[in-house]
């Protein structure tokens, strides 16, 4: 792309206008923290479907030429135009945050097709070394200290730096690698770690695009896009934490779950019948594992037909939620977006009669395969589709569906990917698939929370595999059909906590792995390693070993029950950090480098999380291991199993036989705990345990009806609780708005 020389400069409102020889360019102030660089060579609006609503702000800012230079500042931020577009951004101390890369940049050598023919010969894949021709791209310095995170649930490690990663929503069974360069979501946001600051960038462009941060050159990352405009955010702050809230402003936040959404899930591809979850729900009951629902994969549909009930399997509709239902299980069932190809089926007619399909680009209502068979696909982008689904939505809430999880929305396909100019529009403009495929999930989903908000005016469990910046408002995410592999147990860290960093906090995996089989050892550890992933689910894949724990002999029932019971006592706690990060943006499980950004030891751990800043978690996640080294930070920790007071800022080695997974509290903490139930709703919350460490710490608990928008009209009642260094623990109730605990109790975690 090129600019040539920068001729003027219009400010009007939070917008500069600068003319290049060659090129408009738009930069708009957002707030003092976040500004948007725009390049319209492919259109001339953003029609972002990240960004809702205008969240531009009241800032005050400077503009002005210095040595045929443009400078733009803020109260927070110095940005530097000049010829070329060629961008520099410091921070008010005047420290570089970023700037474009001048120098020269490799150019990719063109593969022979000879060699082509020789490795496509031996079965390998060469789609990678297809020539690529970016209609947008944009290069910037990358110094030698950085590290970089982010990018929703990419495989690999927590620090993305030497990887390369594009985005475009793929249907991956095979086993996921740290070299797999997409799988299922689109979130094109990073944030860098600098010697002398932190800033993230968001790149708002849904056709397919790549990011490279070091891979091909050490001194330079880049981003490209296939087609689209450059539409970027540059996203500043102090701190990592500042970065995200700014993100989680720009692209919305995690709304408040309901409370029993926060316990365990059990599922399977391959409960084929009502007795397969009356079975498993029995099971739960009888060991006494605590469990919310055993959900219903596609088996429960005739034919696998969305919208309808398989009768013949699993007995009249709503009969078996009711009978469950009384044992205190909450249905949740699949649904995804591949409607059946089906004269006389209501779906298939109703699509047909209101034009409501893709289209071939020839006109023709396009036609592939997934589950049901031949199959057409809902034009989500357009409002009135997304209001038809969601009208169709009613007929599983009327049934007494309490959850609804969105499958194959990639979209996926059986024969071949959907061609790139399949016709789909974005709303009441008509483009292509090319555009569309990395937000299709994104608009499923909206459609699935708008019905299910709609028709039962409680806050959505909308679940979903493909996603986009800014789905995070709309449904919480698992990252995808991973494998029982040590390896993809290991990934668990990394990938939760750049889904959390990058806005998706109701996030989790498949515990146990869902494809291949899993062993004893495998489904302890991982369910030791799981206990605080915000989405708590074990699902796993037809054709696998089963892996309830009943399945894997005494001793795994055994830990099982003793972490997600553990996990119910953490709920409170859990719930109080959706609250605030509705607030803030902040995620439930957290890097170490979130909270101790200046801490060596933090930028590249992999193997250990924080859940808020109390709670420090470190997993065994090695086969064989029964100890592990532990990095504690600065400051003073105590053993959740044995109260041992640790002094920080080192590394220990913790004995961690099978059934234990090392914990830390933090000093100075106050966490909340309520008392172990098989489910939630089977009594009242009645009683609360406060788990407390010495040291002076004020903490805030959030108390309300789990379930409604209530909260939103000041139905709820917030606790205050502090305690002095040497002092009794004081009770403050803030507000009182919905109702208060019979009992507060205290519980010492001290030696």
């Known amino acids: 792309m090129e600019y040539g020389k920068l001729i003027s400069y219009l400010s009007s409102g939070n917008q500069i206008q600068i003319s290049f020889e060659k090129q408009q360019v738009i930069v708009e102030v957002i707030t003092d923290e ?70 020269a940049v490799k150019q990719e050598e063109a593969v022979s097709q000879k060699l082509i023919d020789l490795l496509e010969a031996e079965g390998h894949d060469t789609s990678a070394l297809a020539e690529k021709k970016h209609k947008v791209k944009t290069v910037k ?33 095979q086993a996921h690698t740290e070299d797999f360069h997409a799988l299922y979501k689109s979130i094109p946001f990073m944030m860098c770690k600098k010697k002398q600051g932190v800033y993230g960038l968001f790149f708002d462009n849904t056709f397919h695009s790549y990011l490279n941060f070091g891979k091909e050159n050490s001194g330079y990352f880049y981003y490209a896009a296939d087609d689209g405009n450059l539409d970027y955010y540059f996203l500043g702050g102090e701190h990592l934490t500042d970065v995200i809230a700014n993100y989680t402003y720009l692209t919305g936040r995690t709304p408040l779950p309901q409370l029993w959404t926060l316990g365990f899930h059990q599922c399977r591809w391959g409960y084929e019948c009502a007795e397969d979850i009356r079975e498993v729900a029995q099971n739960y009951r009888k060991l006494s594992i605590p469990c919310e629902s055993v959900q219903y994969d596609i088996d429960y549909m005739e034919q696998y037909k969305v919208f309808t009930w398989d009768e013949k399997n699993y007995g009249k509709k709503g009969e078996l939620f009711d009978e469950l239902g009384k044992q205190g299980f909450k249905p949740v069932v699949i649904i995804d977006p591949g409607t059946k190809l089906e004269p006389g089926y209501f779906m298939y007619e109703e699509g047909m009669k209101n ?11 396009y036609v592939n395969e997934v589950w049901p068979g031949d199959a057409n696909y809902p034009d989500f982008g357009r409002k009135e589709v997304r209001d038809w689904w969601g009208e169709h939505i009613s007929f599983l809430t009327d049934m007494g569906v309490l959850g609804i999880w969105n499958d194959m929305n990639e979209p996926a396909s059986f024969r071949g990917p959907l061609p790139e100019d399949v016709v789909f529009c974005d709303e009441d403009r008509v483009t292509n698939h090319a555009e569309i495929h990395n937000v299709y999930g994104h608009f499923m989903g909206k459609a699935t929370f708008d019905g299910y908000k709609k028709h039962t005016g409680k806050r959505p469990f909308i679940i979903t595999r493909a996603a986009y910046a800014g789905t995070q408002k709309y449904a919480c995410v698992w990252t995808g059909d991973n494998q029982s592999l040590w390896s993809h147990l290991q990934m668990l860290i990394p990938q939760l906590c750049n889904l959390g960093m990058s806005g998706f906090s109701l996030c989790g995996t498949d515990i146990g792995g869902f494809g291949a089989d899993t062993t004893p050892e495998l489904m302890s550890r991982w369910i030791e390693a799981a206990m605080f992933s915000p989405f708590f689910r074990n699902h796993s894949a037809k054709g696998t070993r089963r892996q309830e724990p009943w399945m894997l002999g005494e001793q795994v029932v055994d830990i099982y029950r003793k972490y997600v019971s553990l996990r119910y006592q953490f709920l409170p706690y ?26 060596e030891n933090t930028k590249n751990l992999n193997n250990e999380f924080l859940v808020g800043e109390n709670i420090l978690v470190a997993p065994v996640v090695e086969q064989g291991a029964t100890r592990r080294m532990i ?25 961690a036989p099978i059934d234990v997974c090392p914990m830390y509290i933090r000093a100075g903490s106050i966490i909340p705990m309520y008392e172990t139930l098989q489910y939630v709703g089977e009594a009242p919350y009645e009683k609360l345990i406060l788990l407390t460490t010495p040291g002076e710490c004020v903490y805030e ?32 109730i803030v507000k009182d708005g919905y109702g208060q605990y019979r009992q507060i109790e205290e519980k010492p975690l001290e030696p």
């Open 701 to 732: 608990h959030f108390h309300d009806d789990g379930e409604s928008y209530g909260y939103q009209d000041g139905a709820y009642t917030l606790y205050r609780f502090s305690k002095s260094d040497n002092g009794s623990l004081v009770t403050e």
């Open 631 to 655: 990095y504690l930070p600065k400051g003073t920790w105590y053993d959740f199993w044995t109260k041992e007071k640790i002094e920080g800022g080192t590394y220990i080695l913790r004995e």
């Open 355 to 365: 034009g409501y399909f893709a289209k071939t680009k020839d006109g023709e209502v």
């Open 141 to 173: 310095v990358l110094d030698a200290e950085d590290v970089i995170y982010g990018l929703g649930d990419k495989t690999g490690f927590l620090n993305k730096r030497n990887y390369e990663y594009e985005n475009w929503n793929s249907d991956i069974p």
């Open 574 to 599: 859990i719930y109080d950090l959706f609250y605030q990060g509705e607030k803030t943006g902040l995620p439930v499980m957290r890097p170490l480098v979130l909270h101790y950004e200046d801490d």
């Open 34 to 103: 976040i500004i948007n660089f725009f390049v319209p060579t492919w259109s001339k609006d953003h029609r972002s479907k990240a960004i809702e609503g205008d969240k531009k702000k009241p800032t005050v800012f400077s503009t002005g030429m210095e040595k045929e230079c443009l400078v733009i500042s803020t109260d927070k931020l110095v940005v530097r135009i000049k010829d070329d577009f060629v961008t520099e951004i410091l921070n008010k101390d005047q420290k570089v945050l970023l700037q474009d890369y001048c120098g």
